[in-house]
């Protein structure tokens, strides 16, 4: 009994020792076990936004506004940086330029058109060799190494259209066609469905093809032109935005609203306005908001490394004056009540 107390000393020891360990334990369990406040949370890296690039064939242009609000909808819900740098007028030097600076600048994506075959095409394959996608938007430049298009089937759009004016016209019709570009892809795919689409009509002449150069003082000095030489022509297609507005302008001038079919593109304030007057009998609508929308998303699928569909066609339709208005209200310039 003499030892008692060396027992009860090592025994105590034990005791302090277990508990101290269980309390270790609880205060790991409570570290690692339960997850922290949000104010204490710290992401396990921080990355930076991405940076888009959509360069448009005309910063200015009306239609170009509303692909531009579509992608940076985009590009809100997406948390993504996208600048929206582009010529003031059409100017095919001047867009090939800000493509190579914005490549130059690192972007991480880079979002435009396919203009022309000749020029186009190997700027894109420059930007894709520095490992900077390509979405083509509007026009495509297929033969290019683009990761996808989003945006209009041209041809088949000028297919619609020839079509409309076919059936409008009951087949009969001398026809002059004003085009934004002879040389632009989209704008001579848009000829080109026209003049198949009426090619089996007897009764339909094309007697004349004029560039606008996507202005309307253009559009209208040609107009006015083909009048003087082709009094007989009683038909107008205008296949950019501007071309039918300048077509209508001229129509009204010489008092030939009655007798003169006009069929245009896209849905610009002024082309509602001639709609509705019934200058112009129909007009061909694009989604230009949700073709900026959807390739913004998509590069952003591209860049995470996810797979894409090559081509994306937005839809294409040819509305009237009884069409009207137009929903969703977000692609067309109409006003809503």
Known sequence: MRHWWKRLFYGGGIAALL???SFTAYCAWNVYAYPKSEKER?????????????????LDNDYWRLVEKGAKAAAKEL??????????????????????KAAAAKVDGIITQGLTEAEFVPVINEITDKNIPVVTIDTDAPTSRRVAYVGTDNYYAGFLAGRALAEDTKGKATVAIITGSLTAAHQQLRVRG???AV????????????????????AAEKAYTILKKHPDVNAFYGTS????????????????????YIIGFDTLPETIRYLQK????????????EMGYKAVKMMAEIVAGKDVPAVTN?????IRKKDLPLRPARNYEVNTP
């Open 194 to 196: 026209f003049e198949d």
């Open 199 to 218: 090619r089996q009509e007897k009764g339909i002449r094309i007697v004349a093809i004029e560039e606008s150069h996507i202005t309307r003082v253009q």
């Open 19 to 21: 508990a101290s360990a």
């Open 278 to 289: 019934g200058t112009i009998a129909a007009t061909v609508v694009q989604e230009p908001y």
């Open 42 to 58: 710290v992401p396990e890296t921080t990355k930076e936004a991405y940076h888009f690039v959509l360069v448009p064939e005309e």
């Open 79 to 100: 948390g993504v940086d996208l600048e929206y740098i582009g010529p003031r007028q059409a100017n095919i030097d001047e867009h090939l330029r800000i493509l190579k």
């Open 241 to 260: 935005a501007l071309d039918a507005i300048g077509v209508a302008k001229v129509v009204e001038q010489f008092h030939r609203e009655q007798k003169t």
């Open 314 to 318: 937005t839809e294409t339709k040819v």
